[in-house]
């Protein structure tokens, strides 16, 4: 089985929730200038929706994840943000 170690660092979004070690879920994840579906495994749950980062390639379209936030992006509860 090829690894593309191509996707190890790149961001996606569970499209159908991981259960941890009882089963995978599956992640869009943006490369190759679209997006592609592959089969996720984590290594705790994690719910449909979660952003995630690609940490691990197992090959035939499988890969790890861990839950992602983005350092960049404002904190809903932080207080120096202005409010809308």
């Known amino acids: 089985m ?3 170690h191509s996707l ?3 961001i996606g979004v ?3 929730a991981t259960r941890g070690s009882a089963g ?3 992640v869009m994840v943006k490369i190759r200038g679209g ?3 592959y089969i996720a495994w ?3 749950p994690l719910p449909k929706g979660a952003t995630v ?3 691990e390639s197992r090959g035939s379209r499988t890969v790890d994840v861990s839950e992602w936030t983005d350092p960049l ?3 809903a509860d932080d207080p120096a943000r202005p409010l809308a």
């Open 2 to 4: 090829a690894r593309e």
């Open 8 to 10: 190890i660092g790149c």
């Open 14 to 16: 569970l499209t159908v």
């Open 24 to 26: 995978p879920g599956e």
């Open 35 to 37: 997006s592609e579906a």
């Open 42 to 44: 984590s290594p705790a």
């Open 53 to 55: 980062l690609v940490i």
């Open 73 to 75: 992006s404002p904190f």
